[in-house]
């Protein structure tokens, strides 16, 4: 037996339409019957009380020339110009001054036992010797004792090298002199330089005696002077460029000025 199978037609665009419209009428129908209908809000009671103010004239004036009276503020929130303002809103400050609370003095327990304990240790190790008055010498008799100076002052004026300079021998002799002067005089101390060959190089004051004449006598001693040359010494190099350095320190002695001298001298 065959069977044929018969394909359904396709819609018509009349069909689609037709199909569009009743879907969407059935859900307006739906929307309309399934939704919850709009209340309205429910109306303000009126307030048919009425405040009527019982004052003279006076009182109504001065109440009328109040700055907030027109303030519908004025009962309902907390104003300074109302009457919050001198119930809550303006307060004194407190005037709180704490007592002031001393603690009592508390005294220590008085130890009685140990009262005499740091004089007794003391007495027990410091034991005192009694005094022997006749036993000791007598005391020795007031006497003239001289006093004499720890060195003793120079009879000439002598000379001395110091430095580097002290290890060369001197080859010539020095003649030194003494000064008259009315206070003593100083030392002299000259700075020199010799060269490789023994002569003086240079010669600088460092330090007056208080005498012009014992200074450039000094100066002049010392440019006269002649050390042993150096015995090793390269062929190369000149003699003044091997300097050797030192101080020469003249102690100088002092004569008295004489009477003659003195008398001219005072103004």
């Known amino acids: 037996m065959n069977t044929i199978a018969h394909d359904a037609p396709p819609w018509s665009r009349r069909h689609w339409v037709y199909a569009v419209a009743g879907v969407v009428l059935l859900q307006l129908t739906l929307i309309y019957f399934l ?27 001065s109440i009328a020339s109040l700055p907030g009276l ?32 001393v603690e009592p003095p508390h005294w220590l327990p008085l130890e009685t ?15 005192i010797t009694p005094l022997l008055i006749a036993d000791k010498p007598l005391p020795p008799l ?17 000379a001395r090298v110091d430095g580097e300079l002290s290890g060369r021998k001197l080859l010539s002799a020095i003649e030194l002199k003494s000064w008259p002067a009315a206070e003593i005089l100083s030392n002299t ?43 090793e010494m390269p062929a190369t190099s000149e003699p003044t460029r091997v300097l050797t350095w030192g101080r020469w320190i003249f102690q100088w002695h002092t004569l008295p000025v004489p009477a003659t001298n003195l008398a001219t001298l005072t103004p």
Do not use: C, M
Request: glycine letters at 4%.
């Open 35 to 61: 939704a919850q209908p709009v209340q309205r809000p429910p109306e303000r009671p009126l307030f048919r009380t009425s405040i009527q103010l019982a004052a003279d004239d006076d009182a109504i004036r």
């Open 70 to 101: 027109d303030d519908p503020t004025l009962l309902a929130l907390p104003s300074l110009r109302g009457f919050s303002g001198a119930a809550w809103l303006k307060f004194a400050t407190l005037d709180y001054k704490p007592a002031e609370w």
């Open 113 to 127: 036992q140990s009262l005499s304990g740091t004089f007794s240790q003391y007495v027990t190790t410091n034991v």
């Open 142 to 158: 007031q006497r003239y004792e001289p006093n004499f100076p720890p060195e003793l002052l120079p009879t000439q004026s002598i």
């Open 189 to 231: 101390v000259v700075q020199a330089a010799v060269d490789a060959s023994g002569f003086t190089f240079s010669a600088t004051l460092l330090s007056s005696s208080g005498s012009p004449n014992a200074d450039r006598h000094a100066l002049t001693e010392v440019l006269n002077a002649r050390f042993r040359p150096l015995r």
